[in-house]
């Protein structure tokens, strides 16, 4: 299944240029950042909503930036706009933190829990949805909201192989996690932990 953690907050006082940056920061990377803006937010319970309910295919928020190359947190924040959502992204850059993450997501958890390979990692700041997709009561696909993220960091694996219950018991206590959970909190102030699937 497909798997992304989530580190986020709903404080929109959290997005700020300067913790853009800052958060930026927290992770070392080699190449050029792919950045994107949404034109407004990010409303993809909505947009999933209206698949569900028949639409020919799933859209995606307008943007005015579309995977622009940055390599510098003060540039990608310069960019930051009031009820936009910025997304950086981290693929095709070289990290060796996120290296590490990914290999202890995988390494240092219960057998059980191994199977987690990052595919992807990324920053979203403003108002993002955060959405599970479950099967409603007449066993129909279906998709719920969990929260609006302010600011949040992602990272996920296209094809978890673990045992999902013991993974999600296991990741606050990964010590590569926990400390990029502190480090970014640093920046933002305490962030809840959510897992999408």
């Known amino acids: 299944m497909r798997l992304a953690i989530y580190l ?11 913790n853009v940056n800052a958060a930026i920061a927290t992770i070392d ?11 407004g937010p990010a409303n993809w319970f909505e947009l999933n909503k209206r698949l569900l309910a028949g639409a020919d295919e799933l859209s995606f928020p307008p943007e005015d930036i579309d995977q622009a190359a940055y390599t510098t947190g003060h540039g990608i924040a310069a960019l930051l706009r009031e009820q936009s959502v910025l997304r950086v992204s981290y693929v ?4 060796a933190r996120l290296a590490a993450l990914s290999q202890a997501l995988h390494s240092d958890v219960p057998p059980d829990a191994a199977g987690f390979f990052e595919s992807s990692t990324w ?5 993002s949805d955060i959405v599970n997709f479950i099967e409603n009561a007449e066993g129909d696909e279906d998709v719920e909201l969990v929260d609006v993220a302010q600011f949040k960091f992602a990272v996920s694996c296209d094809n978890f192989l673990g045992r999902f219950d ?6 606050p206590s990964v010590p590569r996690f ?20």
Do not use: N
Request: avoid cysteine; hydrophobic fraction near 40%; proline fraction near 5%.
């Open 8 to 18: 986020y907050t709903t404080d929109s006082l959290a997005v700020t240029p300067q």
């Open 29 to 39: 990377f080699a190449g050029k950042l792919s950045v994107s803006r949404t034109v």
């Open 92 to 95: 095709g850059t070289k990290s």
């Open 123 to 127: 920053f979203s700041f403003g108002p």
């Open 166 to 171: 013991i993974f999600r018991q296991a990741v």
């Open 178 to 197: 926990a400390e990029l959970r502190r480090d970014l909190e640093e920046v933002a102030g305490p962030l809840k932990l959510h897992f999408s699937y």
